[in-house]
C-alpha cells in the first residue's frame, strides 16, 4: 500500500478508542501495518474489522500497558506477526479530576502505572527491536496539562508532565541510534474520556460550556486532529524533530 508510512510497522497503545482508533485508522490508511494494544478487546477488534475493510492491515492484542509481561508481550507479538517494529505510539492514558486532598493513593498510583509506567514499559522493550531496523519513531501522548496546570487532576497533570520529560530523556538517549521521540499535549478533545469527565461534572451541560469557553479556537479537538499531528510525527518527513512537544490544542496554551 501506498502512502506516508508505506512498509512501516505501527504498534499503538489505546488504540481502541479517541485518538487512538483516529491514529490506527489513519496510520493504516497512510500504508502502516498496525498492532492495536488495550484493554477492550471488543472495541479493539472492532477497530481491526474496519481498518480491513478498508483495505488496511491491523491487528489486535490485548495488553494492559502497565503491567511488564503485556509490555513485552505487545512488542513480540507486532515483530512476529509483521516482522519489524518501525512506530510506538504510547498513547493509553487515563484521568482523573480530584485534586490533592481528594486524591486517594491508589487513585494516584493507578493514574501514575498507566500514563507513567505504561510509556516506560513501551518505550522500553520497544527499543531493542527498533534498533534492529536501525531507527524509529517513538510518539508519547502528554496533554496541554502536561504543560500548565488547573485547580483538579492533580496525578494527572503531575503524570503527563513526567510524560514530557521521559520523552525528552528517550530522545537523547537513543538520538545516535536514530530512534526518535516526541510528545504530542492534546488540548480537550472530544473522545470517551473527555465524556466521562463531563458525566462526572454536578452539572455535565454546564460543565461542557465551561470547557467550551476555554478554547481560544471557538470548538473542541476531534480525534483526527491529534491523528494528524501523530502520522507527521510517525513518517520520515520528521526525520529531523526530536525530543520535542507538538501542541495540537486550539490555542489553550498561547495565553
Ligand atoms: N481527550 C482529551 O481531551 C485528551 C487531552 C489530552 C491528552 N489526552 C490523552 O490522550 C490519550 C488518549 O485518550 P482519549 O481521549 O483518546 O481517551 P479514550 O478513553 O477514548 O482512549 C483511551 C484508550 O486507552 C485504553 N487504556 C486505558 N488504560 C489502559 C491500559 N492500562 N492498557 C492499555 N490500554 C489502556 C482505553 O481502554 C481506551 O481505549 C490519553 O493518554 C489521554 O490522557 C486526552
Redesign the pocket.
Known sequence: MAGRLAGKVALI????????EATAKLFAQEGAKVVI????TA?GKAVVTAIKAAGGEAAFIR????REGDAKRMVAFTVKRYGRLDILFN?????NPKPEVETSVAEWDRIMD??VK?VFLGTKYAIPEMKKNGGGSIIN?????GLVGSPGFAA?HAS?GAVRLLTKSTALAHAAENIRCNAI??????????A?VLSAAPDPDRARAEWLATEPIGRF?R?DDIAYGALYLASDESSYVTGTELVIDGGYTAR
Not at 13 to 20: F, L, R, W
Not at 37 to 40: E, N, R, S
Not at 91 to 95: L, R, S, T
Not at 185 to 194: A, N, Q, R, S, Y
Open positions: 497503545t489505546g488504540g481502541a478508542s479517541g485518538i487512538g494494544a488495550d484493554v477492550q472495541k495488553a494492559n500497558v502497565a498513547n493509553a492514558g487515563v484521568e498507566v500514563n505504561g501522548t502528554s496533554s496541554i496539562f494527572y503527563k499535549c492534546p488540548g480537550v478533545i472530544e473522545t470517551p474520556m473527555f466521562e479537538g480525534p
